[in-house]
């Protein structure tokens, strides 16, 4: 196999995925410290001076706190689309034009042997996208921080191999718990977060016969647990027909821990 990630860290406390290929390394988002994502890339067994880029989904800060500093530490290029830069330019901080890249929303962009396709997706930032990426007809698809799942991301993302797909909340312990009403609303709405049984829903629309792997991502640490997003999750999928261990197979992730490198 030659696409590979692993998802460095993911939930409101930060995110960070990295993809490769043989020819090229990238990571996708910088939402922790330089030292806390140098930290994930220890633990992954990963070199953050060997990055060709990183590619911004869009400017809240648990999604580019360490984009900065890494950039400037490593010497990398940062790739975001010319609303994101400007939002995110002045917590960025200063760096050279050779290292500020445009990817706009919606265009398929080349990186040495691997293609990476931008989407839009519905949330409160100011025009946030997603990816997928594709090398040697194996394609791996990653959806978070998006109010629902149109049917042109569920388009876009089908007969991916793997996913990292958003299961931020479980919908009972958002309405009974601490946070105020409207920062509930804001979760709720269409530029919210998908829930647990609303991600089974879209990936039911999306998966297909073939075997797929599955990490559920952007978890709230005070709103979700991860055994009742996988069981809410694969309840939803088991009732739509899917065999969940075997044609498809559910992973967690966390604030703090990688997951392994793995093919796609």
């Known amino acids: 196999m030659s696409l590979r990630f692993s998802v460095l860290a993911s939930g409101s406390t930060g995110n960070a995925i990295y993809v490769e290929t043989d020819n090229q390394r ?27 880029g ?13 984009a900065g500093i890494m950039a400037r530490r490593y010497s990398i290029p940062i790739y975001a689309n010319d609303r994101t830069w400007k939002a995110m330019e002045k917590h960025v901080g200063e760096l050279p034009l050779d ?6 929303t919606g265009v398929v962009k080349t990186f ?14 100011a025009e ?12 791996l698809a990653i959806v978070t921080d998006t109010g629902y799942v149109s049917e042109r991301i569920k388009g876009i993302t089908k007969g991916a191999q793997s996913f990292v797909f958003e299961s931020n909340h479980d919908m009972n312990m958002l ?3 601490r946070y105020p009403w409207n920062v509930k609303r804001r979760i709720l709405g269409d530029e ?22 599955v990490y559920l991502a952007h978890l709230s640490l005070d ?8 069981m809410t999750v694969q309840q939803t999928l088991e009732d739509k027909g899917f065999e969940i261990g075997r044609q498809i197979k559910l992973y967690d992730t966390d604030p703090y821990s990688p997951t392994g490198l793995t093919d796609v």
């Open 175 to 177: 309405r009974m718990g």
């Open 99 to 104: 290292q500020k890249f445009h990817f706009e």
């Open 192 to 213: 919210g977060h998908v829930s647990n049984e609303d991600a089974g829903l879209a990936l039911a629309d999306i998966l297909t016969d073939e075997p797929a792997d």
């Open 26 to 52: 990238l990571l996708i988002d910088a939402g922790l410290s330089g030292k806390k994502l140098e930290e994930c890339f220890t633990k992954a067994g990963l070199f953050p001076e060997k990055l060709d």
């Open 223 to 230: 709103n979700n647990m991860k055994d009742i997003a996988r």
């Open 54 to 66: 990183i590619l911004i989904t869009h400017e809240h800060s648990d999604h580019i706190k360490g």
């Open 128 to 139: 946030p996208m997603f990816f997928t990426f594709l090398k040697d007809g194996r394609k």
């Open 112 to 125: 040495a042997d691997m293609d990476v396709e931008s989407f839009g997706v519905s949330h409160d930032a």
